[in-house]
């Protein structure tokens, strides 16, 4: 029997892991695979004892959790030099990478859709020394995602980030920040930006024009030259719009970033505190292993 370690957050969204934990391991011994699962804690061992065993053998590393247990299970695996494959169950409060994957947020059928997909090779970025799936951000909603409880992320979900990065709006001081790139530049100020490997935040969809497997980052600027401005570029994305970007808005591919802020700023990846400015990003090609499901014409 193939083994597949399972590695799974209880406190991700609504918890709703816990109550199923005994389903998603018959799910997989009834296709023939042994599960090895693994509670996480963050405590000061993990990064031992998580990926304790797991070598080449294993047929990939279930994770359960939203964004920001995939990073913290992905930068491990990094650190160990390992190219086990990861697949994702979207428990999370926004579950972003999992949807850009393709994942049902159903645990019963993705699941089945997992175990019933293929093996492809998508894109990391890399903040320093750390590693993203989705997104770096600075600014706005950074700042909201960090202030929000808990509880407030699992009862309104992305809900909370929109209504509170709103009501910040009166009070938000822009920054002003360099970026340098083989893909564009940009000098001035911004009320936030992102750095995407993925698509959306908090389900919102910024960077409608990203792939996971092109070999390139989405640097998206939000100006924030005036209130109007402001609002509508904000109401622009919430309404999901997928054409050209409006002119509040700075975008451009990249391989190679260097950020540069002239105040000190908190910065984000993948809905946990990232690095001190300055910061180098990176487009690993290819870097990640992942699990998808097939894409319905081939099911």
Not at 43 to 52: G, I, K, V
Not at 72 to 90: E, I, M, W
Not at 134 to 139: D, I, K, R, Y
Request: net charge negative; hydrophobic share 35%; with cysteine.
């Amino acid at each position: 029997m193939e083994k597949v370690r399972f590695v799974y957050n209880p406190k991700s969204g609504e918890t709703v892991i816990t109550e199923w934990l005994d389903g998603i391991i018959d799910i997989y011994q009834r296709r023939g695979f042994t599960v090895v699962p693994y509670r996480i804690s963050f405590s000061d061992t993990e990064e031992r004892d998580m990926l304790d065993g797991v070598d080449e053998t294993y047929h990939h590393i279930l994770v359960a959790g939203g964004d920001g247990t995939v990073n913290y299970v992905v930068n491990n695996l990094k650190r160990r030099g390992l190219d086990v494959p990861v697949a994702v169950l979207p428990t999370g409060t926004a579950n972003d990478f999992a949807s850009m994957l393709g994942v049902p947020s159903d645990i019963g059928r993705a699941c089945r859709q997992i175990l019933s997909g293929e093996i492809r090779r998508v894109d990391l970025g890399r903040a320093n020394d750390e590693y993203f799936v989705n997104v770096f951000s600075c600014g706005l909603f950074t700042e909201v995602s960090q202030k929000t409880p808990t509880f407030l992320k699992n009862t309104f979900g992305k809900l909370a980030y929109y209504f509170g990065g709103l009501g910040e709006l009166p009070n938000f001081r822009k920054m002003h920040i360099s970026i340098e790139s083989d893909g564009g530049n940009y000098e001035g100020s911004s009320l936030i930006f992102f750095v995407f490997n993925g698509r959306t935040a908090g389900q919102m969809r910024f960077a409608y024009l990203s792939r996971l497997d092109d070999g390139l980052l989405d640097v998206i600027v939000v100006k924030g030259d005036s209130p109007i401005e402001t609002i509508r570029t904000i109401f622009h994305f919430i309404k999901r719009n997928t054409g050209d970007y409006p002119p509040g808005i700075a975008h451009f591919k990249s391989r190679d970033i260097m950020l540069y802020s002239y105040n000190e700023e908190a910065t984000d990846i993948d809905g946990q505190a990232g690095p001190a400015f300055p910061v180098h990003i990176t487009c690993e090609a290819g870097a990640l292993r992942v699990v998808c499901p097939l894409p319905k014409e081939r099911r």
